[in-house]
């Protein structure tokens, strides 16, 4: 079936730096998401994000995110500067126009703050 | 916004038992209903949904859920659960417009016993 990747699967950074969490949602995808989730915890929800705008967005989401697609490649989600409490699996996922709500998920990408 | 209870962390059983996964959901409009199943070290894969009509729906491996609009409830059910179940659950919901994306419960982890 359809396929999100996710790029890298794990990455360490300390903590104050700056981290881009990659996503290549299905091919025909115009609906985005970004989900968080501390290990072994609830899958919570961050950003939704269409035509080139977030379209809602969580009190998860703070003012150090930012998300893109720049010109259909990877949908990002950027985190500047990191903090200890980032640390989780963030999931994306992409849906079809006028299927929004079915969502298609990566695998994930292990992010640890030191 | 929407949200969910998945009341139970954990549930145990048996192969070859029957199985009940309990989800009740919060909403002020139309639901849509989905269940996923996530293993270890992957992302979420849809098992089933409920968008309207017959409130009992299938899903893929012999799992159904059954939409009770009075209880506010989407549970989870398999006649005879196998060893490859073992997995994690989550239940979602989501509104039919394009700014309220599907919010998660906490998910049940549930170990079949062979």
């Known amino acids: 079936g359809p396929k999100v990747l996710q790029i890298p699967s794990h990455q360490i950074i300390d903590m104050g730096q700056m981290v881009t969490l990659n996503c290549d949602p299905v091919s025909n995808h115009l609906y985005f998401y970004w989900y968080k989730q501390i290990l072994g915890q609830q899958m919570e929800f961050l950003v939704n994000?269409?035509?080139?705008?977030?379209?809602?967005k969580s009190k998860l989401f703070k003012d150090q995110f930012s998300v893109e697609r720049p010109d259909g490649s990877y949908f990002t989600l950027k985190i500047q500067p990191t903090a200890l409490e980032d640390s989780a699996v963030y999931f994306c996922?992409?849906?079809?126009?006028?299927?929004?709500?079915?969502?298609?998920f990566g695998p994930g990408t292990r992010l640890t703050v030191l | 916004a929407q949200s969910v209870t998945q009341p139970d962390a954990r549930v145990t059983v048996s192969e070859g038992a029957s199985l009940q996964l309990r989800c009740k959901y919060s909403y002020s409009g139309t639901p849509y209903l989905f269940w996923y199943v996530q293993y270890p070290r992957q992302g979420l894969q849809l098992l089933l949904k409920y968008y309207s009509g017959d409130p009992v729906v299938q899903g893929v491996n012999g799992f159904e859920a059954e939409f009770i609009k009075s209880n506010s409830s989407f549970h989870l059910r398999k006649a005879s659960v196998h060893w490859s179940d073992s997995a994690v659950y989550f239940c979602a919901v989501s509104g039919a417009n394009n700014n309220n994306a599907p919010r998660f419960g906490a998910g049940t982890k549930l170990s079949v016993k062979p």
């Open positions: 996922a992409s849906s079809l126009e006028g299927q929004y709500y079915e969502q298609y």
């Open positions: 994000f269409y035509n080139g705008k977030v379209m809602e």
